[in-house]
Each structure stands twice: as structure tokens, then as C-alpha cells.
């Protein structure tokens, strides 16, 4: 069974940084492809970043790119998002998601972790 559980979500000023954790208990962790979306109120689940099975390659929504970073551990089964100089438009609930390769949509999903930044 896949269970994914994010952590470090909180409340920080504009400008401050926050790092995401997901720690999975899922098949077999290194060969999953894993991502983070994102939820805003009243608005609808969207991308944020992924991350191939290596760590390789990343990729990012625009609105994120140059000040978030998603990264792995294989050997801790956990990925992060380390997000800096956040923004108030950043304020949503954060999902990590897995899909077993790239062709696949992403299947499962964890609970959410909430970040609120004030201005």
C-alpha cells in the first residue's frame, strides 16, 4: 500500500523560506517519479515541480522557477522542496504526489501539508 506523508509546512513572512519533506512507503521508492503540486483557495490543484527517478532533470512551473528546488533521497525514501524568497501567491496547500513512470498520471497522492506566507 502507498502512503505518502508530507511535513514542515508552517507560516512564514515574504521573503522567508520553507522546506517540504514527503517520506513514501511505496514499491519501490527509487524507480517512482515524484512530484509537489499545490492547492490555493478556491483555485484548483496545480504543478509545482517533479523529479525523475535519478534526481536528474527536474522541472518547475514557471511561477516557481529560479526560487524552488525539488530534490531526493533514494536512500531515505523522502523527496523535498526547498523554497525560498516565497511570496504570499504561494500560500496553498502542498501535495506530493507519485506515478510509477512518466507516462503515467500521478496516482497517488499525500494528505497535504499547509504553507501560509504573510506579507
Known amino acids: 500500500q502507498v502512503q505518502l506523508v508530507e511535513s514542515g509546512g508552517g507560516l512564514v513572512q515574504a521573503g522567508g523560506s520553507l522546506r517540504l519533506s514527503c517520506a513514501a512507503s511505496?514499491?519501490?521508492?527509487?524507480?517512482?517519479?515524484m512530484g509537489w503540486f499545490r492547492q490555493a483557495p478556491g483555485k484548483e490543484r496545480e504543478f509545482v515541480a517533479a523529479v525523475n527517478w535519478s534526481g536528474r532533470s527536474p522541472t518547475y512551473a514557471d511561477s516557481v522557477k529560479g526560487r524552488f528546488t525539488i530534490s531526493r533521497d533514494n536512500a531515505k525514501n523522502t523527496v523535498y522542496l526547498q523554497m525560498n524568497s516565497l511570496i504570499p501567491e504561494d500560500t496553498a496547500v502542498y501535495y506530493c504526489?507519485?506515478?510509477?513512470?512518466?507516462?503515467?498520471?500521478?496516482?497517488?497522492w499525500g494528505q497535504g501539508t499547509q504553507v501560509t506566507v504573510s506579507s
Open positions: 504526489a507519485a506515478r510509477k513512470n512518466e507516462l503515467e498520471h500521478w496516482d497517488h
Open positions: 511505496i514499491g519501490t521508492f527509487s524507480t517512482y517519479p
